[in-house]
């Protein structure tokens, strides 16, 4: 019986560095609020159905952002697409403060 040398364990693939990280949370969160900005937009303008055509537009909008990063969390995002993601958001959060 011979012996087979085990592959050493390759390094972590997922993660390409702390900074990464961060801006993949960060990415993770603005989405997040983002998405609620614009269904609290719907809501405040229109009511009910405000909800259901933003959520309509939500969708179109994750879509949008998968396709142009080639997924939701892109190892490799730039810095660039998490500070227009967050200028948004600050915009949507000031129609909502200014709307109510």
């Not at 933003?54 to 990063?69: D, M, P, Q």
Request: net charge positive.
């Amino acid at each position: 019986m011979t012996s087979q040398p085990q592959p050493s364990s390759a390094p972590n693939a997922v993660s390409a560095g702390p900074a990464s990280d961060a801006k993949a949370f960060a990415a993770a969160a603005l989405l997040t609020f983002t998405c609620g900005m614009v269904v609290l937009v719907g809501y405040v303008m229109i009511g009910f159905f405000g909800i259901i055509l933003s959520l309509i537009g939500v969708v179109f909008g994750l879509v949008w952002w998968k396709e142009r990063h080639g997924a939701m969390l892109p190892r490799d995002l730039t810095a660039k697409s998490v500070v227009s993601l967050a200028v948004v958001a600050l915009v949507l959060f000031g129609l909502v403060l200014l709307m109510v």
